[in-house]
T-cell receptor, first 116, second 113 residues
């Protein structure tokens, strides 16, 4: 079945360091892929998405490229800030999965802490 | 342009009580998804509803849990006879049309004593 595996955390970085959070997926169809961010005590906010192979999603300096050959959607940012400290979730939506269009499958989340 | 609203934000119940969680989707959205986030885990799908219709409840526990989305008013997730294992954060998300990007509410954090 559909599933998402993402890098275990926590990840601790200094400000301006390079960030990579790995995400791989398993899906029966051609899923859309997402990264969501959750700040403490808040709900999930969509960070970026990609809907087909080789698409690159980007937002607020974060990027992720949909790699069908490696079934991956790794999140990257060239220079993190303290304000990026949050939990990051990789997710997929598989439109071929029966009637529940848009149902999201989430990874376990990766806690990122950025120190000044 | 209000986003998805959930209330209460925090809910404390004793074992055996009922919990009612409410979700008001974004204006113009008619589809709601409920997810549960257990400690240290990702979100797990529970149920998908349209107005007055349950589309998929395959993620709902077989007993004690129910959901509705009436023609008027918010979507309700109801947990009867709560147990400690029900302690979690419950999120709803809404979309305008199935398959579009989901917008999440801030969640209800349920604690069962």
């Amino acid at each position: 079945g559909d599933s998402v595996t993402q890098m275990e955390g926590p990840v601790t970085l200094s400000e301006e360091a390079f960030l990579t959070i790995n995400c791989t997926y398993t899906a029966t169809g051609y899923p859309s892929l997402f990264w969501y961010v959750q700040y403490p005590g808040e709900g999930l906010q969509l960070l970026l998405k990609a809907t087909k192979a080789d698409d690159k999603g980007s937002n607020k300096g974060f990027e992720a490229t949909y790699r069908k050959e490696t079934t991956s959607f790794h999140l990257e940012k060239g220079s993190v800030q303290v304000s990026d400290s949050a939990v990051y979730f990789c997710a997929l939506s598989d439109p071929d999965r029966g009637s529940t269009l848009g149902r999201l499958y989430f990874g376990r989340g990766t806690q990122l802490t950025v120190w000044p | 342009n209000a986003g998805v609203m959930q209330n209460p934000r925090h809910l404390v119940r004793r074992r055996g009580q009922e919990a009612r969680l409410r979700c008001s989707p974004m204006k113009g959205h008619s589809h709601v998804y409920w997810y549960r986030q257990l400690p240290e885990e990702g979100l797990k799908f529970m149920v998908y509803l349209q107005k007055e219709n349950i589309i998929d409840e395959s993620g709902m526990p077989k007993e004690r849990f129910s959901a509705e989305f009436p023609k008027e008013g918010p979507s309700i997730l109801r947990i009867q006879q709560v147990v400690r294992g029900d302690s979690a954060a419950y999120f709803c998300a809404s979309v305008g049309l199935a398959g579009e990007t989901q917008y999440f509410g801030p969640g209800t954090r349920l604690l069962v004593l």
